[in-house]
């Protein structure tokens, strides 16, 4: 199945600072790339995705881009906020698209401190 | 959480007993999964359901099995729970088998905290 790598493992910032958070995938057929925030004894909440077509996208302070070229895709999280700290995982859809399924990295925790 | 509720939210078992976990839906998504949740390998798939009785393995199927009666419900069991299956469990929905139809995104549920002794 496609390979999913997410870096940095861990991040720390200082609140007000910006946060970078980056996956590389491996199959060009993907079209389908989803972030997920998980604060602790939660499941994974979807924050914002991407789809091939569009190179970038936001969402107030929070914001996505795809490099099809490359085959990476980073989460930028602007004016960080304690409350951003979380685990944050990238997903990507694999060949064929086998029913949906996602292949996801295997996190990065983010801690802003105040 | 989407309308999704799993239960135990956590169970502690001996090695050897079967166990069931349940995912339940009141948003009448086709689609449904079960994860594993581990320190250093993020979100594994175990298995996934396309419909009613209508089940596929995922990546780490192997002393697992699901079944699917009603749309709503989707358990997962053990038939034999090992130490290996100490994890965190997530049940995810989506509407949508996805590639661009735009409706693929999955929601995941609270999870279930299993620790086989």
């Known amino acids: 199945g496609e390979n999913v790598e997410q870096h940095p493992s861990t991040l720390s910032v200082q609140e007000g600072d910006s946060a970078v958070i980056k996956c590389t995938y491996s199959d060009s057929a993907s079209n389908y790339f989803p972030w997920y925030k998980q604060e602790l004894g939660k499941g994974p909440q979807l924050i914002i995705d991407?789809?091939?077509?569009?190179g970038e996208k936001k969402d107030q302070r929070i914001a996505v881009t795809l490099n099809k070229t490359a085959k990476h895709f980073s989460l930028h999280i602007t004016e960080t906020q304690p409350e951003d700290s979380a685990v944050y995982f990238c997903?990507?859809?694999?060949?064929?698209?086998?029913?949906?399924?996602?292949?996801f990295g295997k996190g990065t925790k983010l801690s802003v401190k105040p | 959480d989407a309308g999704i509720t799993q239960s135990p939210r956590h169970k502690v078992t001996e090695t050897g007993t079967p166990v069931t976990l349940r995912c339940h839906q009141t948003?009448?998504?086709?689609?449904m999964y079960w994860y594993r949740q581990d320190p250093g390998h993020g979100l594994r798939l175990i298995h996934y359901?396309?419909?009613?009785?209508?089940?596929d393995k995922g990546e780490v199927s192997d002393g697992y099995s699901v079944s699917r009666s009603k749309t709503e419900d989707f358990l997962l069991t053990l038939e034999s729970a090992t130490s290996s299956q100490t994890s965190v469990y997530f049940c995810a929905i989506s509407e949508s088998k996805g590639q661009g139809t735009g409706q693929e995104t999955q929601y995941f549920g609270p999870g279930t905290r299993l620790l086989v002794l």
């Open positions: 997903a990507g859809t694999p060949p064929g698209g086998s029913q949906g399924n996602l292949n």
């Open positions: 359901s396309y419909g009613v009785k209508d089940t």
């Open positions: 991407i789809r091939s077509n569009v």
């Open positions: 948003e009448n998504h086709r689609y």
